[in-house]
């Protein structure tokens, strides 16, 4: 946790630092007297410069940091820093060793406060009731049923699997994963994540593993160039993040492989009792433990950022702060990660995944800050067509599709793929 008032008190000399990166960083970077960056392939166009100017000018050796407080960077981390998606790894770790314990009472409602009568009704008679852990080694009928809602968000009869839920705050699939581990201790959890962190790492890239009746992606790597950056960063006194949509006990075991302790990872928060997991999440800003609204998600990844990081409490967490509360530099893949990608105020680092809102943002640049690069790892073409920013790219709180809008309110016309895979 770190204390509101530092963040005050260097609230004259972050701002300045924030406008002079905008306007002229060459001139205040002192080249050469910071960390440099070391990994050259893979990096777009001037992305790399950008990158270097970033830490030449905020870094502790860099005439444009704010002294006596260290500039924050937050990353992403599926798909962001690494290829391919921990929290999904470890579900398909527990699946294929039996590891997702039976529900209370039998009762799969329990599970998440959005799942559906169909879908509850579907694992019911999909998973026996008598064991304690489900035997999804062995029974491909629940581990199809689990899987499958997991990752589809309907059941394998194809009935809607989730509804109800803020668009903004809360995914419940992600969610769900962290829900599942109920009943275990954050140890247990950890240690399921390790085993499939070296699996997957171990696995070559395109390896497949047989879940169920599926075959599902079976392998996992960090991005060299992002730990190139985070060692970078963090060389040169940035004060560096990580904040994921999977559990946080996942991210914890992860993290590790770039240097980032579990005291400066925020990924979802199961509440636990007894020393045990249960089905419910921690609250951010106005919402309180166990309501289940407010996981690290678009508008909630702001929220856990203002409230873990810069110590904003309350409601006020959940909306944009002062420039001097704000983290410098940010990284993210997804529309999952605009809002606190927008909220950077020096250099905001986009992996081109064709996601419409993030693109459509990213592509508008308004104010020079964005900078796009294909996935270092099996990068995506250029998208067919535009991104439909001024129609459907947005998703609002209940669903619905709107057209993207900048912070003045003007409507981001329609873009194209600029930056892809060859």
């Not at 062995?138 to 839920?165: L, P, S």
């Not at 900078?371 to 067919?384: A, C, E, L, T």
Request: aromatic share 8%; proline share 5%; with cysteine.
């Amino acid at each position: 946790m770190r204390s509101a008032r530092r963040w005050q008190a260097a609230a004259a000399a972050l701002a300045i630092a924030g406008s002079a990166f905008a306007a002229a960083p060459t001139a205040q970077a002192r080249t050469g007297a910071c960390p440099q960056l070391t990994v050259t392939q893979g990096w777009y166009g001037q992305n790399k410069a950008r990158l270097q100017e970033l830490v030449d000018t905020y870094g502790s050796c860099g005439r444009g940091a704010a002294k006596g407080n260290k500039p924050v960077a937050v990353f992403d981390w599926d798909n962001t820093v690494v290829k391919n998606d921990v929290g999904d790894a470890t579900m398909y770790w527990m699946l294929r060793h039996s590891k997702i314990r039976r529900p209370s009472h039998g009762d799969w409602h329990t599970t998440s406060r959005y799942l559906t009568d169909p879908a509850a009704a579907a694992l019911a008679a999909a998973c026996p009731s008598g064991a304690t852990t489900l035997p999804t080694a062995t029974d491909t009928r629940c581990a199809d049923e689990i899987r499958t809602v997991y990752g589809d968000g309907k059941t394998t009869g194809g009935a809607t699997a989730f509804a109800g839920w803020d668009r903004r705050t809360i995914e419940p699939q992600y969610a769900w994963l962290a829900q599942l581990m109920s009943g275990w201790r954050t140890a247990d959890v950890r240690s399921f994540a390790r085993a499939a962190r070296a699996e997957n790492l171990a696995a070559p890239i395109g390896a497949e593993q047989q879940v169920g009746t599926a075959k599902v992606t079976g392998w996992v790597r960090y991005y060299d160039q992002q730990r190139d950056l985070i060692r970078t960063l963090r060389k040169a006194g940035f004060d560096v993040w990580i904040t994921s949509a999977s559990p946080e006990p996942v991210v914890d075991v992860w993290a590790g492989g770039v240097g980032i302790a579990p005291d400066h990872t925020i990924g979802i928060r199961p509440v636990t009792a007894h020393g045990r997991i249960t089905p419910h999440l921690k609250g951010c800003g106005s919402v309180a433990d166990g309501e289940d609204a407010m996981i690290t998600y678009i508008d909630g990844k702001r929220c856990w950022i203002n409230q873990e990081v810069f110590g904003v409490r309350g409601a006020a967490a959940e909306r944009v702060q002062p420039a001097a509360r704000r983290q410098v530099f940010a990284a993210g893949d997804s529309d999952t990660d605009v809002s606190f990608l927008r909220d950077a105020t020096g250099l905001r680092l986009v992996l081109n995944r064709n996601k419409n809102e993030l693109m459509c943002r990213a592509y508008d640049n308004g104010d020079g800050r964005w900078i796009v690069n294909p996935m270092f790892i099996q990068p995506k073409g250029r998208k067919s067509g535009a991104y439909p920013c001024a129609t459907t790219a947005y998703t609002d709180h209940d669903g619905a599709a709107a057209p993207v809008r900048r912070s003045d309110g003007t409507v981001v016309p329609d873009q194209q793929d600029t930056v892809y895979g060859g």
